[in-house]
RNA sequence: CCAGAGGGCUGGAUGGUUGCUGCGGGGGGGCUGGCUUGCCACUCCCCGGCAGAGGAAAGUCCGGGCUUCACAGGAUCAGGAUGCUGGUUAACGGCCAGCGGGGGCGACCCCAGGGAAAGUGCCACAGAAAACAGACCGCCUCGCUCCGGCGCGGUAAGGGUGAAAAGGUGCGGUAAGAGCGCACCGCGGGACUGGCGACAGGCCCCGGCAAGGUAAACCCCAUCCGAAGCAAGACCAUAUAGGGGCAUGAUCCGCCUUGGCGGGUGCUGGCGAUCCUGCCAGAGAUGCCCGGGUAGGUCGCUUGAGAUGUCUGGCAACAGGCAUCCGUCAGAUGAAUAGCCAUCCACGGGCCAGGCUACACGGCCAGCCCCGGACAGAACCCGGCUUACAGGCACUCUGGAUUG
């Protein structure tokens, strides 16, 4: 029950450990985690100390006024909750917390690109994870 | 048809697919609790159903409701807001109808629009002089004279300066002048008439005119105003835990075992400050210092000065009556109401260049591709104001042109 298993619970349930809600649990993963920044977003990723621990992945929005107004910062959210409710389920690694901060020219970014960057993203991330030496 | 004025409505459509929030329905599972042994409550999963942002949801500028600080009255001193009149409203700084001033040929638009004969301040530069006004040039009388002028006075009609210089025109008058006198216009005051009133008046009387601006400068006058806000507030859960220290803790009377108890005065707190009166709360209260724990859940939370239609009163804002509707119908809380794709539709711009019309500028119609679909996201709820806005839709009115 491994792979094959995984992919079905994640396709039921695609928010893995729901987003994140406290503002602590974001600083947490700003300090220890690591970072990478594309055009339309940066994305980080690290592990949450054990006392807010929780089952399976989990992710967190961010969108500050440098965005844009109420309007424009409430589309960026959504349209990177889409991204993550796709095609998180297959990319996400099960221990790690991810967070995603919108930058202002999301806005003009197409569909497609903002799924090529969240590939090259998250792999870039893998990869130095794996660097470091953590274990997984 | 062209140019313009005013208020109103609207704020893309359809389909596919993947999702979110709320509500109730059906089916299934489960720890627990109640018990009339099968149901109810709680919780999880699945299925299908319904509903789900705005005219400004915005700015947070006013006015309320609601909640907490128990409260009420008076005096003095502060602070803030408003500012023509009359209505309207739960209330307002809103709205409606008028008045006055200004702008426009006009429809209409704009105005913090009380008081400068209570006081203080300020008025640059220019100019001789700018607020107990003022003689630089000029004009005039008189005196002196070396005949060029000079001096003592008078004068606000003329020149010059300025945003502003003792109202304007004419006649009289005078040495020259001047409201010095008169007529008309203007101004101020009063009576009268009209209007609830702001105010208006081609009439009458009085005054020669008594002379700036600024109150979005202080100020004066009139009216109104307690503060903080849903992170209000209430309840539940959690917590070594209703934490600790210091200072102030008055006085009188009675009882009684040197100390305590009871009562009165007083004390402390009481919605801008101080004081007074009533009243309420407290045996503690107030001030300062040190330390600790939270900010999780439920309620508040959506039906309200409600919407639509119609009738009556009113110029209108609006008020009142009747009928219907609100069926769970947005109630989120790192904050749902959407992501992606396709087709259409309106409009604008660009490119290619076809048809019709025209002397020409140009106008109309059709095709293709590309780009753009405004401003902007409920956060307790209403009434307004202000600001932002691609366009579209009719309506009323004004000015001009043409045709009959």
Redesign the pocket.
């Known amino acids: 029950m491994h792979s094959a298993n995984q992919t079905i619970s994640a396709?039921?349930r695609p928010f893995g450990g729901v987003?994140?809600?406290?503002?602590a649990q974001?600083l947490a993963v700003q300090k220890h985690g690591l970072k990478a920044i594309g055009a339309g977003f940066v994305l980080q990723a690290g592990q949450l100390p054990e006392n807010i621990a929780a089952p399976g992945w989990r992710y967190?929005?961010?969108a500050s006024k440098k965005v844009g107004?109420?309007?424009v910062r409430?589309?960026a959210?959504?349209?990177l909750r889409?991204l993550v409710?796709?095609f998180m389920p297959e990319l996400a690694r099960p221990e790690l917390t991810y967070i995603f901060i919108a930058r202002q020219a999301l806005a003009g970014q197409?569909?497609q690109q903002m799924q090529q960057e969240l590939i090259r993203l998250t792999g870039k991330l893998h990869r130095q994870l794996d660097q470091t030496g953590q274990p997984r």
Do not use: E, P, Y
Request: aromatic fraction near 8%; proline fraction near 0%.
């Open positions: 396709q039921k987003g994140l809600r406290k503002r974001f967190g929005l961010t107004n109420a309007v409430n589309r959210k959504r349209r889409a409710r796709d197409s569909w």
